[in-house]
């Protein structure tokens, strides 16, 4: 490999970014990433759309860290903007 990068032959590279969070998220709170980003892309509907009111929102409603809250939003606000 010309990059420098290291990995095993035939293992994806790691998630970066908040996707590197998920597998933690999904064994911390026992929930699919996919319910949590369902949950944000209703409240953002709603009209939440601040990403420090979305984190406050998962911190005290559902009990995420605020790094899992923070990687959650930050992904799906990403998807949203991606859609339009």
């Known amino acids: 490999m010309s990059e420098h990068v290291s990995r ?10 908040p996707a590197s969070y998920f597998p933690s998220i999904e ?25 420090g009111e ?9 009990r995420l ?3 899992h809250a923070n990687a959650v939003v930050a992904h799906t606000l990403g998807l949203v903007r991606s859609a339009h």
């Not at 953002?44 to 601040?50: D, L, N, R």
């Open 54 to 62: 979305l984190v406050a929102w998962l911190k005290a409603e559902h």
């Open 65 to 67: 860290g605020h790094g």
């Open 27 to 51: 064994k911390t709170y026992g929930q699919p990433v996919e319910h949590w980003i369902g949950l944000v892309r209703a409240r953002h509907a709603g009209g939440t759309v601040k990403h």
């Open 8 to 17: 095993q032959a035939g293992t994806a590279p790691a998630p970066k970014g």
